[in-house]
């Protein structure tokens, strides 16, 4: 329970592999392999679910499904989702890894990939290593610059997610995304 408490509950110790859970005392190479073993197959599990969900139509049911796919990242990734007319996935992407701070997003690239993929709308997110998902003045501002872009392109921007230590922002919910 204390080495739960210490690494974060189960969501931190989801994050680690298995260099770093044989540090703990009492754990070599074959339990922390082990271990890392269970963690990595509930993962999978829990995305198995998930992935048989035929909507992505509300944020949580969205940040579940990040949390899922990208949680563990330790860079800040951005992503797209292409969805179809009903809200289902079309195609999960990673456009950019970046640093612990930051990544390069360029709107050409969101809209390239939801024209290739025939996506009729796009959820674009994107995860904060540090662990808090309060968005920046900067993805704000690429946000509205999606929006704009999607406009003129007809493919809908539904969302903007930042998601961060198991709590995550939709910028729609926020009011940066206007309802449709």
Known sequence: RRWLEEVGGLTGLAAL???????RPGIGAAKSAELAAALELGRRLAYSRLADRPLLDRPELVADYIVQRHGRER???????????RHRLVRDL??????????TVEPSE?????????????????THPSGDPSP???????????VQA??????AVLDHLVVAGGGFVSLRQRGVIASA
């Open 17 to 23: 592999d298995a260099g770093e859970l044989q540090v």
């Open 75 to 85: 860079v800040e990734v951005f992503g797209v989702l292409c969805l179809d007319a």
């Open 94 to 103: 990673v456009l950019h890894r970046g640093a612990r701070t930051h990544t």
């Open 110 to 126: 969101v809209f390239r990939r939801g024209i290739t993929e025939g996506a009729n709308g796009v959820i674009v997110w994107h």
């Open 136 to 146: 920046s003045e900067d993805d704000l501002d690429l946000t509205r610059r999606l």
């Open 150 to 155: 999607g406009k003129l392109l007809s493919i």
